[in-house]
Structure formats: structure tokens, C-alpha cells
């Protein structure tokens, strides 16, 4: 037992060794991963590489799971944080803690946020990961429905095909928002991270120097949107 259990530590930090060094490669090459490299730079033949990762795509999946579940984690310790009362500081921490992670983390940003890496699909495993933080905005707003704040309008009607999709979506995360507030719920999420990335990637360069400034008065712009 004691040598099964040193050989499954090794193993975890080996791991865990390949997926630093790899998050390195992401700063300089992009997603364009080579286990050849990774194992260059670890120290060790390449196909040693592959008693961890059976391919590029395998250690992909992963880095997308560490980067997801980070981002998830940040958004649940910072809108915790805030009384369970104050919908609109909630939601502002959600979208602080996804903007200071990604700011923080850019090039793992760009790995799942960014451009689809050719040739690459993730497996359905890394839904669970990447709606961690959605899933937070979604009780924010499930919050907002039950306490009587976020009312349906009678005059507010979606699209049908729209209210078909926005009505699927509610029974899996909010079943007592109305469908028209989770619509705008779903593009406040949107704009959230159209905003983030115009500033990772540096679109807002020599126009949008307060960005903090302007960054809180987008969301706050949101949130009145949302109706928190």
C-alpha cells in the first residue's frame, strides 16, 4: 500500500510538472502543443511523456479543465463573498472575479475563450467545468426571481424559437426565471465576456485607458439591463 501510494504521489506531480510547463508553452506557441517539447523541456524522452498523456489532445482536455474549473472556483469564492440580498454586488463579483482571472491568466484565457484550436474537440467531460461559473449568474438570478425582484413583464414576448431555447435552458439552471430576464441574462453573460476579450486580446488599445472605470460601468449597465 505505502509503495502504491508513492508511486500515485510521483505520478501526480509529474503531472502536475507537465501541465506547468506545458501552460508555458500556451505563453509563447499558442495552443499549438507538442508532447515532444513538453518532454524536451521536462528533462525526459519523449515517449516517457506519453505514460501521462496519450496524446496533444489529452493534454489539452486537461490544461481546459484546470483553466475552467480555476475561473469557476474564483467566481464562487468572490460572489459568496457578497449578502445573498445584494443581487447587483453579486453580480459584479462574478464579472471582477472572471475579469481579474483572465487578466491574470491570459494565454489559459485564450485556450478556452479564445480561438477554437484546430483539429481539436473537447469531450463532453469539460461541460461540467466550463458552466461552473454560468451556473453561479444563473442562482444570482434564480435568486432574484423567487425573493419577487425580477418580475415578468406581460408585454415582453421572445421569438418563438428563442423562448424554446431560452425555456430548455431555464428548466436545466433557473426554473423561476421568467424566460424574457434570462434572455438578458444569457446576453449580459455575452457581453461580459465580448468585453474581456476585446481587453485580453487587445482591442482596446489606444482607445480605453480607464479600463476599470469602464469596465464597471458596462456590467453595472448589465446589471440594470437584467433588471438586478
Not at 510521483?10 to 507538442?34: F, P, Q, W, Y
Not at 483539429?119 to 432574484?144: E, K, N, S
Not at 406581460?154 to 423562448?163: F, M, Q, R, S
Request: hydrophobic share 50%; proline share 4%; with cysteine.
Amino acid at each position: 500500500m505505502k509503495a502504491a501510494s508513492i508511486r500515485a504521489r510521483v505520478r501526480a506531480e509529474m503531472t502536475d510538472e507537465i501541465k506547468k510547463i506545458a501552460r508555458r508553452h500556451l505563453a509563447t506557441e499558442g495552443a499549438n502543443l507538442s508532447l515532444r517539447a513538453v518532454a524536451r523541456d521536462l528533462g525526459i524522452v519523449s515517449s516517457a511523456i506519453y505514460r501521462y498523456f496519450a496524446s496533444r489532445d489529452e493534454l489539452l482536455t486537461a490544461l481546459i479543465l484546470d483553466a475552467y474549473n480555476a475561473i469557476g472556483a474564483a467566481v464562487e469564492e468572490r460572489e459568496r463573498a457578497v449578502a445573498r440580498t445584494d443581487l447587483e454586488g453579486r453580480w459584479m463579483a462574478v464579472c471582477h472575479a472572471v475579469r481579474d482571472w483572465a487578466l491574470a491568466h491570459p494565454h489559459e484565457y485564450a485556450l478556452v475563450y479564445g480561438s477554437p484550436v484546430p483539429g481539436y474537440h473537447a469531450p463532453t467531460d469539460t461541460v461540467a467545468a466550463a458552466t461552473r461559473a454560468v451556473t453561479v449568474l444563473a442562482g444570482v438570478l434564480q435568486d432574484g426571481a423567487t425573493s419577487g425582484v425580477l418580475r415578468d413583464q406581460a408585454d415582453e414576448k421572445l421569438p418563438a424559437g428563442v423562448a424554446t431555447d431560452v425555456a430548455r435552458l431555464a428548466a436545466t439552471i433557473a426554473p423561476d426565471v421568467p424566460p424574457p430576464i434570462l434572455a438578458r441574462g444569457l446576453a449580459a453573460w455575452v457581453q461580459l465576456f465580448g468585453l474581456i476579450n476585446f481587453e485580453v486580446f487587445g482591442q482596446l488599445n489606444n482607445t480605453i485607458e480607464h479600463r476599470d472605470a469602464f469596465f464597471t460601468y458596462q456590467m453595472r449597465a448589465q446589471a440594470a439591463l437584467i433588471g438586478l
